[in-house]
C-alpha cells in the first residue's frame, strides 16, 4: 500500500506564515519473494561436479537484492543474471559434491528484497560418489569341458541395500547384457 506523507511548519506558535508542504511517499511491502530449483531434481542421485540453478522473483513488486545459494549449509559460488537490483534473478553455481559425505544432502537458497523480505526454498538430493563393489563368488575356474558354466555374484554399496543392487556381464569383451 502506498502511504504519503505531508508536512509543514507555521511560524509564530502558530499565528505566522505557513509553509508549503513537503511530500515524501512510501510503499509498505510485505510479500516474501518467490523462489524456485530449477536444478538438480528433488532426490535425484548426484556425484562429482554438479550444476545447481536457482530462480527468484520479488513477490510484492521489490526489487530482488540478493539470491545466495548454499549446500550442506556451506555458500557455494553462484553468478546471478542478471545482477541485482532487478525484479527476478537466476543463479547458477557449480558444487564439487566429492567434498561431501554420500547420503542426503540439503541444498537452500535465499533471496532477499529492497523491503527487506526474504524467503527461503530447500531441496533434498542424494549424494553417491561410492560406487558398489562386486564379487564373482562362485564358479568354476581353469579350464572346463562344459559348453556352459554358472556363476554366482555379490555386491555392496553404502546408500543401496544389497537386494536392490542390479548386475550387467559381458563375456571375452563383448556387449554388456541389460541390467538385471
Do not use: C
Request: hydrophobic share 35%; net charge negative.
Amino acid at each position: 500500500t502506498k502511504n504519503t506523507l505531508e508536512v509543514f511548519a507555521t511560524a509564530r506558535l502558530g499565528d505566522g506564515l505557513t509553509s508549503g508542504p513537503s511530500k515524501a511517499s512510501i510503499r509498505h511491502e510485505n510479500q516474501p519473494p518467490s523462489i524456485s530449483f530449477v536444478a538438480p531434481l528433488a532426490s535425484a542421485s548426484l556425484r562429482q561436479t554438479v550444476s545447481v540453478q536457482v530462480q527468484a522473483s520479488g513477490g510484492g513488486g521489490s526489487a530482488l537484492t540478493s539470491l545466495v545459494v548454499r549446500a550442506g549449509g556451506q555458500p557455494l559460488t553462484a553468478t546471478l543474471s542478471p545482477s541485482p537490483p532487478t525484479p527476478s534473478i537466476t543463479a547458477t553455481a557449480s558444487w564439487n559434491t566429492s567434498n561431501v559425505p554420500d547420503g542426503a544432502q540439503t541444498l537452500t537458497a535465499t533471496a532477499t528484497d529492497q523491503a527487506g523480505n526474504s524467503a527461503t526454498a530447500t531441496r533434498a538430493v542424494i549424494v553417491d560418489n561410492t560406487p558398489p563393489d562386486t564379487q564373482i563368488t562362485a564358479g568354476p575356474s581353469g579350464p572346463i569341458s562344459d559348453t556352459s558354466a554358472t556363476f554366482t555374484v555379490s555386491g555392496t554399496d553404502n546408500l543401496t541395500p544389497v537386494a536392490r543392487l542390479q548386475y550387467a556381464w559381458r563375456l571375452d569383451g563383448g556387449p554388456y547384457s541389460a541390467f538385471d
